[in-house]
């Protein structure tokens, strides 16, 4: 299991924009195993599990420990690891793990590696480096992994608009 992988997931999942399947996709681009296969079936489920980690990681960057604890556990109990050791999916040796059956809906494998990585991630940063991102019109969720913690941006992109437009106000005034 690859834990960093499985957060990345999380972040992207809670970051997503849920309304139609394509935004799904968009979010499990770098896993296109599930990406392919997923519906809407899959993008219903999945709603629920945003909803879940946007809710951790809002804790999270509260600094609120009971929250935390409370929809970390909730999100665990219902998506559990039903891990399934696979040889690969060819014809080359590939050893790995899958979180839960991957002949079951992707929603399944989906949920329980955002679950499990959130909750690992909280495991291994704490709540202090998790943040949302300052620009007004985003919000997105982030883990700020810089040496001095002073992360303030989901991405260079918001970071950059949001400097751009002080910038040009200050030269407007």
Not at 60 to 87: F, K
Request: net charge negative; with cysteine.
């Amino acid at each position: 299991m690859d834990n960093a992988a499985y957060l990345d997931v999380a972040l992207r999942l809670a970051n997503a924009d849920l309304t139609e399947v394509d935004g799904l996709r968009e979010a499990l681009y770098e896993e296109p195993w599930w990406a392919d296969r997923v519906d809407e079936n899959d993008l219903r489920a999945l709603r629920a599990v945003a909803d879940g980690l946007r809710r951790v990681l809002a804790d999270a960057v509260g600094a609120d420990r009971e929250g935390v604890t409370r929809d970390a556990n909730a999100l665990l109990a219902a998506h559990p690891l039903r891990p399934q050791l696979s040889s690969g999916h060819d014809e080359k040796e590939n050893w790995h793990v899958h979180v839960a059956d991957p002949g079951q809906p992707p929603a399944t494998e989906v949920a329980a590696a955002a679950a499990w990585g959130v909750a690992q991630g909280i495991v291994h940063y704490g709540l202090e480096r998790w943040g949302r991102c300052a620009a007004e019109d985003c919000g997105k969720f982030f883990l700020d992994t810089s040496t001095n913690r002073a992360k303030r941006f989901c991405s260079a992109r918001c970071a950059n608009r949001v400097h751009v437009a002080a910038f040009r106000s200050r030269r407007r005034d």
